[in-house]
Each structure stands twice: as structure tokens, then as C-alpha cells.
């Protein structure tokens, strides 16, 4: 049987979007999440990850290669859609144009946000020069300044919310074609718990970009007392705070 090249492309594209980035888009939000706790525990946790072995290698390979390709061929594969939602406004429909608006839209805001905490070469931002990346003891410093901005963090959680979507749908898509979910009552209910997913991962990552200038984010703060009485504010020598 004959396979075609386009063929194996979509499914190199499915597969890299669920297993390498869907895999890393969960622990990111993990670990984005430890800002509720403070900024000592934030920025251990960064420092964890710059201690994994081989992490240029793990970023390169793990990353930024599944991540260009997906994201370029995710361009290409939006350019040759026809929407017909115009005329069959269903709600499958409508998803499917959800899915190519936040892949273009993420297409940008994933360079965006790659250059501008990854490797600071975004001019006129207070991450400039000072990345994320190679500075974990300022790690919860660089970001809560970043997201003082009104501006910057409303971008970011429109890009978490995007991601959140896509990540689901995605999943949805990828066990639809890959013979994973088969029959119209098996593949309602698959759709149900991505879109619960997509609610449950976008509520999640909004919390957590809030967490970095409002301390425990959206919640009260007594649900993240007992993790800050073991954070930041340690007494000096002096018995003073």
C-alpha cells in the first residue's frame, strides 16, 4: 500500500503536538504553578530544571525542533483550510476553524514568548538581556515583572487559553484519526472530556500567571498559607523581618 508524503507529514504533525509539546505544555503548567507558593519555591523549581542532564539537548531535540515543525507545517496545513462554518454553522465546524485561529495565533506567540523569557531579546521589556533561562535565583523576579505589565499579561493568558484549546482539541483529533475513539457516541464523549480538559489546563495556567503578581493567584489566600510560612521571609540575624 502506498503511503503518500502528506500523509505521513500530518500524522508526524499530530504526533509531535500531542506527545513532545503536549507532554512539556503539562509540566510547564506544573511548574508554573509553584509561583502559589512563592517565589523560593518558583525559582527552585526553576533551578531543578536547569540542573536536568543533557537539557540543551533535551531543549533542542524535546522541543524546539517538534516545536518548529509543528508550528510551520501547522501554518501550511491553515492555509489550504476552507471553513464553510459560513454556511454550516455547526459545532464541529466551528471548532475546526478554533483550532487553525489558535494555531496561527500561537504560531506568534510562542516566538514571542521564546525570545522575550527564554533568550530576553525582546527591546523595551524588563526581561531584556536578563532571561529566564541561566538565572533561577531571580527566576519569580524577572516573570512578576514581566506580568506587571497589563499589556504583557493579558497577552499571556490569551496565549495559555489558546494553548489550552489547542492542546485538547488536538487530543481529541489525534484519537479520532488514529483510530483511538471510534463511534459517534464514543467520540461525543471524548469531546466532552477535551473540552473539560481544555477548561480544566486554561483555568489552571491563568491561575498561574496570576500567582506572579498576586500572591495564590485567583484563590484565597489561606490556601497557600502553610506552602508561604515554608517560602520566602526568612528572620536576619538581628531577630528583624
Known sequence: ??????????KLHQ???????GAFFFVHMFTNSKAMSGEKVFNDAVSD?????????????????????????GVIISSESKPNVMNYAYGRNWFYVFQ????IFLFFFILFHILNLRFGLVPGLESYGNPVAGNS???FDIVAAE???LGILAVYILGILATAWHLAYGIWLFAVDWGIVIGEQAQKYALYA?????VFLGAV?????IAFVEPCGLFPRVFCSELKENKIVEPNRSGDF
Request: one cysteine or more.
Open 147 to 149: 506580568f506587571s505589565n
Open 49 to 73: 530544571i536547569h540542573h536536568i542532564p543533557y537539557l540543551l539537548f533535551v531543549e533542542i531535540f524535546g522541543i524546539f525542533l517538534p516545536l518548529l515543525f509543528h508550528s510551520v507545517y
Open 15 to 21: 504526533l509531535t503536538g500531542i506527545v513532545p509539546l
Open 100 to 103: 487553525r485561529v489558535t494555531g
Open 205 to 209: 495556567g491563568v491561575n498561574a500567571a
Open 1 to 10: 500500500m502506498k503511503i503518500s508524503n502528506n500523509f505521513l507529514l500530518r
Open 137 to 139: 535565583s531571580q527566576a
Open 194 to 198: 477535551c473540552l473539560g480538559l481544555a
